[in-house]
């Protein structure tokens, strides 16, 4: 397996921890999503978004990093990161995608980098609207937290996609001074999650080239 990877990049972060969590030894191919590599023509023969992550299975490629990572679980269950039963499942889902399709795409580099070029946003602007969708979707998840009974994870105590998909947001917040303060059962989530090694060796500072 190949890994088209960015080591700032989000979701390839989440898939990192992922593949750490399921023991994966894969190749990983830098895509230097500042130097504009994902725009040129070898890496859209790989993915027509120019988007990473993608995973290189040899029969085809897989991209988007949900995908990714339920493949992942399906093809190698140890340790699950989804429940069995189809409600629980679903919630699991419902609560990785609040961060996923609701948080991150609204801050991530080429939203952040249109705000720049399209409506001329100064670093203040651009800090300003990346903060406001980060309180939104953080003080629902805070919430959330209390009512899955977190605890070190965040659903039932139990290590769950919710959690790989999560960490990687806070990392980013706290690199955009966001204060988490108002947060502390996600902080501890994350405090915990960064005690193992699947995690703590996803992390940008330990994969940048």
């Known amino acids: 397996m190949k890994l088209y990877d960015y080591w700032r990049s989000s979701a390839a972060y989440r ?10 030894n894969v190749e990983k191919l830098e895509v230097d999503l500042r130097g504009g590599v994902q725009r040129g023509d070898d890496y859209r023969s790989v993915n027509a978004a120019g ?10 490629v897989l991209r988007q990093s949900m995908a990714i990572i339920e493949y992942l679980d399906e093809t190698w269950p140890e340790p699950p990161l989804l429940p ?23 801050n991530n580099l080429r939203v952040l980098n249109r705000l720049k070029s399209q409506f001329s946003a100064d670093e203040q602007a651009v800090n300003d609207w990346y903060h406001h969708w980060l ?5 629902a998840l805070e919430l959330e937290a209390g009512q899955c009974n977190s605890g070190d994870w965040f659903v039932a105590n139990q290590l769950s996609l919710v959690d790989v998909v999560l960490i990687p947001q806070i990392y980013n917040a706290l690199r955009f001074n966001f204060d988490m303060a108002p947060y502390p059962r996600l ?17 940008p500072e330990q994969c940048a080239p």
């Open 15 to 24: 898939v990192r921890i992922a593949l750490n969590l399921k023991q994966l």
């Open 51 to 60: 988007l990473v992550p993608s995973l290189d299975l040899e029969p085809g």
């Open 84 to 106: 069995t039963a189809p409600l629980a499942r679903a919630q699991v889902r419902a609560l990785a995608m609040d961060i996923a399709c609701d948080m991150h795409p609204l």
């Open 135 to 139: 309180k939104q979707g953080f003080d």
């Open 187 to 203: 902080m501890h989530i994350y405090d915990a999650a960064n005690h193992l090694d699947a995690f703590w060796s996803a992390a």
